[in-house]
């Protein structure tokens, strides 16, 4: 299995080569040469395996330059119970990502049980093994350049603390993110953590990020890595729980393997969804990917229109499902790239307009095939649904569920199937989101007792403007 850039200026690499790596040399992102491809004989293979056992018959289709028992050590060493103890129901903790029934044909999975509580520990803690591990046999270190709009860089964190051979350095939008997200990650004291505050978006948070990989000299001479949703290790282990949560909705609904679950995903940077999308490709009977966004709703738009516009930090909104505010989705390039055909050269013109503050707009053919084929759809939420929405799902099933998940509950409503199952994916738990609970509920949510007063604890950081050159002078004065 080799990867290649979406914009065709890499020669095909091996997935150790591109696992420590965000942006390829050209600018594109690295995808597989092919997809693995998984029969209906396959897929009914699986779909009794626990999940280490999953993960392992996903993940290992995609890694061939891993020895198969140090993989499924490294693969066993992360999902285990004691990781994954924050949710809802203790006796389920070793499912890993349980289902939560709301009503016939209607499931949440549980994906924040991890140490932070979102949907991105589990992706972060796989990488967090894999990159010690590789580093190790290379005989390497790696300095991890990252953005976070609240969840990514606590998750990165925690999964990188104490990592031999690894720092991290993680920027976020100062002052746009809940208080229990900066305390997750300003509390942090390990000397390998470094948490740069920056005045602006989260979007001029990821263009600096960008604008650092793009500087190939500066990347190689200070070994420049990320872990942002860019990066493939985090799309490959995201692609499990699709497979996950469709066995476990075939058995809970009384279906068949072979027969159609549609997945609806709050998205921000399109990464999350985009593991769907490949999960669907390589054989997984997915129906619709919903996508749900907030009011920076330009994914939106993209998928009931087929324009894709990002638009200037001007017009990026601060909003209670912070998580989402995000305007640039990085991940898009991979799906457009397999929409368009695999056309590299077209896909890399595309790109060059958005970069340089355009857009581009799809075919009729095209749009027709994203919508129908691919079975992607959309909608947006603003504060008043998303009040709306945590009241419902809790005076109609009992459940707390966190602003994003309401954003895409609303969005499962506007387009569900009622004989098609149904499974929202949770982003986080309602703990990190206290204000917005207390406003929607008029009661504190849930919090793990290891969490108690995380807001009170001393928190370390650097507060920094919004400029590329300043960042790489903070780098240089930090690393070792």
């Not at 999953?54 to 499924?72: G, N, W």
């Not at 499912?95 to 991105?120: M, R």
Request: overall charge negative; proline content about 4%.
């Amino acid at each position: 299995m080799n990867y290649i850039s979406t914009r065709g200026g890499v020669q095909p690499q091996a997935f150790s080569d591109i696992l420590l790596g965000g942006l390829m040399a050209d600018g594109g992102l690295s995808i597989p040469q092919q997809y693995p491809q998984f029969t209906q004989a396959d897929l009914e293979s699986m779909a009794s395996l626990n999940y280490r056992d999953l993960a392992f018959a996903v993940i290992s289709r995609f890694v061939d330059d891993i020895p198969a028992d140090d993989l499924k050590g490294l693969i066993d060493k992360t999902y285990t119970p004691e990781v994954y103890c924050n949710g809802r129901s203790k006796n389920q903790a070793s499912h890993i990502t349980p289902l939560i029934k709301l009503d016939s044909n209607l499931y949440i999975q549980e994906l924040s049980n991890g140490p932070t509580l979102a949907f991105k520990d589990m992706a972060m803690q796989l990488l967090g093994n894999l990159f010690e591990y590789v580093l190790d046999k290379k005989g390497e270190q790696i300095n991890i350049l990252g953005a976070t709009s609240g969840d990514t860089g606590s998750a990165a964190e925690y999964a990188m603390r104490g990592k031999k051979g690894v720092n991290v350095f993680m920027l976020s939008p100062f002052g746009k993110m809940s208080p229990f997200q900066r305390a997750q990650m300003f509390s942090l004291q390990d000397e390998n953590i470094f948490n740069l505050s920056v005045h602006g978006f989260f979007d001029a948070c990821q263009d600096i990020v960008k604008d650092v990989n793009k500087d190939a000299e500066f990347k190689a001479q200070y070994k420049i890595g990320a872990v942002n949703s860019i990066n493939w290790g985090r799309i490959v282990a995201q692609v499990v729980y699709y497979f996950k949560g469709y066995f476990a909705m075939v058995l809970a609904s009384g279906k068949k393997v072979g027969d159609k679950v549609d997945f609806c995903v709050p998205s921000g940077n399109f990464g999350n969804i985009c593991a769907g999308h490949i999960a669907r490709q390589m054989g997984l009977p997915i129906g619709q990917l919903v996508v749900a966004t907030n009011e920076n709703d330009v994914l939106d738009e993209f998928f009931k229109t087929g324009g894709y516009h990002p638009r200037g930090l001007d017009r990026t909104y601060e909003t209670t499902s912070p998580s989402m505010d995000i305007t640039k989705a990085s991940n898009l390039e991979r799906f457009v790239f397999d929409l368009i055909g695999r056309d590299a050269e077209r896909l890399a013109a595309l790109w060059t307009s958005v970069e340089t503050g355009g857009g581009f707009e799809l075919s009729a053919e095209e749009f027709a095939l994203m919508r129908d084929i691919y079975g992607f759809k959309s909608e947006a939420s603003n504060h008043a649904d998303r009040i709306a929405n945590i009241r419902e799902v809790f005076e109609k099933y009992g459940v707390q569920i966190d602003p994003h998940t309401a954003d895409g509950f609303k969005a499962a409503k506007a387009h569900r199937d009622p004989a098609v199952p149904m499974v929202i994916m949770e982003t986080a738990l309602p703990a990190k989101f206290e204000d917005t609970m207390l406003e929607a509920l008029k009661q504190t949510p849930f919090r793990p007792k290891g969490l108690a007063g995380l807001e009170a604890l001393p928190q370390r950081f650097d507060a920094i403007e919004a400029d590329a050159e300043l960042i790489k002078q903070y780098l240089v004065e930090r690393i070792k």
